[in-house]
């Protein structure tokens, strides 16, 4: 095989288990260009990001091509690179797939794969190019032009390649020749690549021993937007900034920022930050995390949670940042200003021939501009136009007919010209010119069809006639601030501040509704969201004891990390003084061989569910926590249904799985799930949340006692008297179960 190029895509990591801590360090989904990556169009190469896709295509006969980022990755921790990626065409004994450890495009590993099913890790260095593992075969690849997922893994001093799930080779750890990571595509190739992850394991060997403790503390949090309006208008990229202060007289290590919506995240995106390796004593840093508003963004009030984790728990207070989203300010496109040139040019240089009155006359050439100009406050951004002459009449030519025109950006106020010509013949009798342009834009949901009101026999200023300025804009956009986009539901109106001290209370709120390899779970973020309140209000329960997180931000390596047996509820507790709160919703699914039950992170298919949280393990770790008191709430079913009566698994449609009861049970514990094995837990459309977490907010809200303290058997005693009336308004079944033996235990007094 011949010697093959190498171009890196980075990967979206899935991680399972509790064996160790992996921080996400680098996420690419290619939904945009916030990393960086090299783009571009040339006769040589091909670099492009759409929806998700980045597309790399070496269009050369020879040589090969990478396209790297930096990524600030530690080489003597334990860190895994993931990636999938596709050919689309190109020779099957030739290789692609990604680059690690590189300098530049002369100095790099590459692990790289072949359509034929053959693959090889190489190193580039200074130039030459040395095979470290020559071209092997193996089955795990999936062959032509076939999507296939590349890992590569550190543990220890020794390197794990694998290829759609399976280890075909290790090597010892090679030394890093610089710190760019990203796809390599060799001579007449193209590929592409959907996601790309880098996550690292700072190993605790690796920093030094502290004699003192970090003090880590949040200051001056603010949004920083380009208008400089004090909101996120639509279509705009931001960044909500703070500075990062370590007070303590130790070192902060493995320092983890996420930042999550407690307020609607409708369209909106929230970026991520590296992992800070390092924070001296009295030392800070700047922290920058991008948010960006969509066209389609509401004027709404906002609100923002930052979390920074420590690697030894030395935890910042968290803190909220409030702002306002702006709707978009619409452009406004139009033609104004038309000029002609009907003048023959002597030397036959113009496209215009005719006698030079300014008005347009059968048989005569005629060049035209016109003035595309934007009267709206919002810049029109991505704007085409497509040239149209909208006639079968054979005595009118337009050889531009049907071109498109890239005039990209038009500022508020500004304009683009628009030239083309076209002629008749003497025959052409017709008053209206049927010529017209097409207009399109990112801010435009459907195109726009505009006359250019050309008239035959009529005078057409001349284009040294035309004197064309720009527009200036001076009307502001009133921010109207309204309560949200779904109406405020009874739950969600009057949440009583009961004073409960709920100081010595750890609240873990996991809420998941939009799924990466499953369906939508109807109202899920929304009842994590309103429970975070309930439990701030209701509970008393302080900022810094929520551990709160939603959608794209509750993946598994975020369940791993609170419910780990050093992570973050390990931490907090106070054996024997310490209560916990377990909120969560979203999917639960079975095993179909074992029959055991598993909570379904954001990043999880529930085809694999063992790959989720057994709530076997989860109740074991909180057994083993020794708190005083757990309460688990768990608005999800485990029958491998969705709310929406939707099947979670393959092959199994139309068959309900009874996942087999939890052996591992603690005494002071008390769980309380949406509905029983067999059934599928419902949404409460006209609320705007789960069944279940509807009846349980409104418990909590003190329907259940009319004001008088609240324990554990009247809780469940009213949701097991509502619920199922309701689900059979709803043409459902779905009976809560409980489990535990401390029912007179007081959750809370009002």
């Known amino acids: 095989m011949k010697r093959i190029a190498v171009f890196l895509v980075l990967s979206f990591l899935l991680l399972n288990g509790y064996a160790q801590e992996y921080n996400t360090i680098f996420k690419e989904d290619f939904n945009d260009n916030l990393n960086q990556w090299k783009l571009y169009d040339s006769?040589?190469?091909?670099?492009?990001?759409?929806?998700?896709?980045?597309l790399l295509e070496h269009k050369r006969k020879e040589g090969a091509w990478?396209?790297?980022?930096?990524?600030?990755?530690?080489?003597?921790?334990?860190?895994?690179?993931?990636?999938?990626?596709?050919?689309?065409?190109?020779?099957?004994?030739?290789?692609y797939g990604i680059t690690w450890g590189g300098k530049n495009s002369d100095n790099l590993y590459v692990f790289l794969l072949s359509g034929n099913g053959y693959f090889q890790v190489g190193k580039a260095q200074n130039g030459n190019y040395i095979s470290l593992v020559d071209w092997t075969e193996s089955l795990a690849i999936n062959k032509n032009n076939a999507e296939n997922a590349l890992k590569i893994e550190k543990t220890g001093n020794q390197l794990f390649f694998s290829i759609n799930g399976r280890r075909v080779l290790s090597l010892a750890a090679l030394p890093f020749l610089g710190n760019k990571i990203g796809f390599f595509v060799n001579k007449d190739m193209k590929m592409k690549a959907s996601w790309l992850v880098v996550k690292s394991n700072v190993s605790?060997?690796?920093?030094?021993?502290?004699?003192?403790?970090?003090?880590?503390?949040?200051?001056?949090?603010?949004?920083?937007?380009?208008?400089g309006n004090g909101s996120l208008d639509g279509n705009e990229e931001a960044q909500i900034s703070f500075k990062l202060m370590n007070k303590g007289r130790g070192k902060a290590f493995g320092i983890n920022i996420n930042a999550t919506p407690i307020s609607s995240a409708d369209n909106l995106s929230i970026?991520?930050?590296e992992t800070i390796t390092e924070l001296g004593s009295q030392a800070y840093r700047m922290v920058t995390i991008p948010i960006s508003a969509d066209y389609a963004v509401k004027n709404l009030d906002r609100k923002i949670r930052i979390d920074v984790s420590e690697f030894y728990g030395n935890d910042?207070?968290?803190?909220?940042?409030?702002?306002?989203?702006?709707?978009?300010s619409k452009p406004d496109l139009q033609i104004k200003q038309v000029a002609i040139n009907d003048k023959t040019d002597e030397q036959h240089r113009g496209d215009a021939y005719g006698n030079g009155n300014s008005i347009i006359e059968a048989g005569e050439s005629i060049e035209v501009t016109a003035y595309l100009q934007n009267f709206g406050q919002g810049n029109a951004e991505e704007t085409k136009v497509e040239l149209i002459l909208d006639s079968d009449d054979k005595n009118i030519t337009f050889p531009d007919n049907g071109k498109v025109l890239n005039l990209g950006t038009i500022a508020s106020g500004d304009y683009q010209k628009i030239e083309f010509y076209f002629y008749t013949s003497r025959r052409f009798v017709a008053k209206d010119i049927p010529l017209f342009i097409e207009v399109s834009g990112s801010h435009n949901s459907k195109s726009e069809r505009v006359p250019l009101n050309l008239k035959l026999g009529e005078r057409t200023?001349?284009?040294?006639?035309?004197?064309?300025?720009?527009?200036?804009?001076?009307?502001?956009v009133t921010v109207k601030r309204i309560e949200g986009i779904i109406e405020p539901t009874d739950v969600e109106q009057n949440i009583p501040e009961t004073g409960f001290d709920g100081s010595n209370t750890l609240c873990v709120i996991l809420g998941v509704e939009k799924y990466k390899y499953a369906p939508t779970v109807d109202y899920a973020a929304n009842d994590a969201l309103t429970f975070y309140t309930y439990a701030r209000k209701v509970f008393g329960i302080p900022e810094k004891n929520i551990f709160f997180r939603t959608n794209e931000n509750a993946t598994s390596g975020e369940f791993d990390k609170v419910f780990s047996e050093n992570g973050w509820l390990a931490r907090r507790i106070m054996s024997g003084e310490t209560d916990i709160i377990i909120y969560y919703a979203g999917h639960g699914a079975p095993d179909t061989k074992e029959k055991t039950a598993y909570l379904i992170p954001h990043d999880i298919d529930p085809n694999y569910a063992n790959t989720g949280l057994s709530l076997d393990k989860m109740y074991s770790t909180l057994s083993n926590f020794k708190a005083r008191n757990v309460t688990i709430f768990l608005d999800a079913c485990f029958s491998g249904t969705s709310r929406s009566n939707e099947m979670l698994l393959a092959g199994v449609r139309g068959i309900v799985i009874k996942p087999k009861e939890s052996e591992t049970f603690a005494d002071n514990l008390v769980a309380i799930s949406a509905s029983s094995d067999d059934e599928f837990s419902t949404s409460y459309p006209e609320k705007y949340h789960g069944l279940f977490t509807y009846y349980l907010l409104k418990a909590l809200k003190g329907e259940a006692t009319k004001g008088k303290p609240l324990d554990v058997r009247t809780l469940f005693q009213y949701l097991e008297?509502?619920?199922?009336?309701?689900?059979?308004?709803?043409?459902?079944?779905?009976?809560?179960?409980?489990?535990?033996?401390?029912?007179?235990?007081?959750l809370v007094t009002y």
């Open 43 to 54: 006769p040589k190469a091909r670099a492009t990001i759409n929806t998700g896709i980045f």
């Open 721 to 746: 008297k509502n619920i199922p009336v309701q689900a059979g308004y709803l043409d459902k079944d779905q009976h809560p179960t409980l489990r535990g033996k401390k029912l007179d235990r007081i």
């Open 271 to 273: 970026g991520k930050v």
């Open 316 to 328: 910042a207070d968290p803190s909220i940042i409030n702002f306002y989203t702006s709707e978009f």
């Open 204 to 227: 605790a060997q690796s920093f030094e021993v502290q004699s003192y403790p970090p003090d880590l503390v949040i200051e001056n949090l603010k949004l920083i937007d380009p208008s």
């Open 66 to 95: 990478a396209n790297t980022v930096k990524v600030d990755l530690d080489q003597n921790s334990d860190f895994i690179i993931d990636t999938k990626v596709t050919k689309i065409y190109g020779p099957n004994n030739y290789g």
């Open 461 to 476: 200023p001349n284009i040294v006639d035309v004197n064309i300025t720009k527009i200036e804009n001076e009307n502001e």
